[in-house]
């Protein structure tokens, strides 16, 4: 976690299974809404609150996630819940990120409303707050409920999932726009979703 001394920092996790150009939107739309300085993307080993459909492997989400933002500073990744293996819970790689950075004023973690009806069923939600401000950002446009402190983000409702890429790729529909385009290569040299 090198050289983000005095920086204000937005997590933002998932299974990134694939990423796709929504996530990056989502995340600088609230890095720039808020004032954070850079945004940490996490990819899950294995979430604990759904399976994972048709995963080529945390490896191969990780080498995804690193072509699409190669090129960009305001993205960094932190690879740890893939390197710890098993269930990946937040509140791990938050203190994880509270032990190892010296940031200014705590980090935000961004989730979307489509995950805000669960929140309080993740693990341990009370020591999340106390680690992160928590900001939620537009994903399925439907009201939901959170009895825990959040802001709202303004951000585009851009109607693209993991899954609409999947499920694109492997019956052969158009998919290669939804993703960033070192990602769309990537997906095609190891036919990865059912590429044949």
């Keep these: 976690m090198d050289g983000r001394s005095g920086m204000k920092l937005l997590v933002l996790g998932g299974s990134f299974n694939p990423v796709h150009i929504g996530h990056l939107i989502l995340a600088e739309e609230v890095a720039v809404q808020f004032g954070y ?89 009370e020591e999340i707050l106390r680690l992160a401000d928590l900001i939620v950002a537009r994903r399925s446009g439907k009201p939901f409920q959170l009895e825990y402190p959040y802001r709202l983000a303004g951000n585009l409702l851009i109607p693209i999932s993991s899954t609409m890429v999947r499920d694109r790729v492997r019956m052969g529909g158009a998919w290669k726009w939804l993703v960033p385009e070192a990602v769309a290569h990537h997906i095609e040299k190891h036919g990865l979703y059912g590429l044949s």
């Design 37 to 125: 300085d850079r945004v940490l993307l996490v990819p899950a080993f294995a979430p604990p609150h759904k399976a994972l459909v048709e995963d080529p492997g945390p490896e191969e989400r990780l080498a995804m996630l690193s072509l699409a933002v190669a090129k960009d500073p305001l993205f960094a990744i932190d690879d740890s819940e893939i390197r710890r293996g098993g269930p990946s819970y937040t509140i791990d790689t938050l203190a994880k990120i509270a032990c190892d950075s010296a940031l200014e004023g705590k980090p935000a973690l961004v989730i979307g409303d489509d995950l805000a009806d669960g929140f309080s069923s993740w693990r341990r939600p």
